[in-house]
């Protein structure tokens, strides 16, 4: 799939076909990727809820490929609005990322799934993860997400639990599953993302899975950012310098819903500076970058860390 057109410039100036850049063989767990945290929430809504700006379609081409989905079953006051009780709306921990009307996941694998038709050198990394007071079982996310959303459609997804070359993975979704499942559907049920701590400062997870995460989320005060954004740094040196089949995880991102200084957006002034500093500073590979209004910039940082994989272009070339 990967041309050779275009390839004198860098793959940021096609954002929305960047991935063509690099051959089929390359591992996506070899690429530096923009990601979003909590992708869907750029709606109106409270200002501890809200963290992204830019629609879903706007951060897709602009080159994010790593995308944040929490999901719940329908909150009460959605279900007179004609709304199947086991139809999934997106969440933000216990709230809607919608101020004034249920986001459902069809809706957003419907834009996912053009953005992938039209542009079939792409591929996006799609975390899923139960969140909200509305399950019944350990498993009940599994059920709902196999029989209601990938069953009948399993070609649009790269469903082992590893992660895929580009190869195998352009034109579809890379389920990055961070929900539990019935024993028998591990092997069908995409990248097992379950096992790292909570509020971890960096790790590598120790279950199996070829994963390291850096996700310390519990910024308290103002007075911690410079803490979370010395966590950011350390996982960006750590990846770049450590096996390339390993994915690294970075959230950039962190909050505390009982203080306003320490909001999503807070929290993104006064680490992203900091870590497109560090980005700059900094060579190889830096993994997945996890964040919160990266279009902040001017999108300048998304650039930057798909750049990051020139060297690749350079492969290619040869």
């Excluded at 063509?20 to 200002?47: E, M, R, W």
């Excluded at 909001?263 to 500093?277: H, L």
Aim: charged residues 20%; proline residues 5%.
């Amino acid at each position: 799939m990967a041309t050779d057109s275009g390839l004198k410039r860098s793959p940021s100036a096609s954002a929305a076909k960047w991935m063509s850049y690099f051959s089929d063989k390359v591992s996506v767990s070899a690429l530096s990727i923009p990601g979003t945290h909590n992708s869907c929430a750029h709606y109106v809504s409270l200002p501890s809820v809200r963290c992204q700006n830019a629609p879903l379609v706007q951060q897709l081409d602009r080159g994010i490929r790593f995308l944040d989905i929490r999901l719940s079953r329908p909150f009460l006051q959605f279900c007179s609005l004609g709304q199947s009780r086991h139809e999934l709306v997106v969440v933000h921990s216990a709230f809607p990322v919608c101020a004034y009307r249920a986001v459902t996941f069809s809706k957003v694998l419907g834009r996912v799934y053009a953005f992938l038709d039209a542009n079939p050198s792409e591929t996006v990394i799609m975390s899923l993860k139960h969140e909200g007071p509305f399950s019944k079982g350990r498993v009940e996310l599994a059920d709902i997400l196999w029989s209601g959303y990938i069953k009948g459609h399993e070609h649009r997804w790269f469903l082992e639990p590893r992660m895929p070359s580009l190869g195998e993975a352009r034109g579809k979704i890379i389920l990055f599953r961070r929900f539990e499942c019935r024993d028998e559907q591990v092997s069908r049920f995409g990248f097992p993302a379950t096992a790292w701590k909570y509020n971890t400062p960096g790790e590598d997870v120790t279950d199996g899975t070829v994963l390291s995460v850096q996700d310390y989320c519990e910024v308290l005060s103002p007075s911690g950012i410079d803490a979370k954004s010395s966590y950011v740094r350390q996982h960006i040196t750590r990846a770049s310098s450590s096996n390339l089949d390993t994915l690294f995880l970075n959230f950039t991102t962190a909050a505390n819903f009982w203080n306003p200084n320490c909001w999503p957006r807070s929290i993104a002034t006064g680490v992203m500076s900091d870590i497109g500093k560090a980005l700059m500073d900094s060579k190889g590979r830096c993994g997945v970058m996890v964040m919160d209004f990266p279009d902040a910039d001017g999108w300048k940082i998304v650039r930057h860390i798909i750049d990051r994989n020139m060297d690749l272009c350079e492969q290619k070339r040869r």
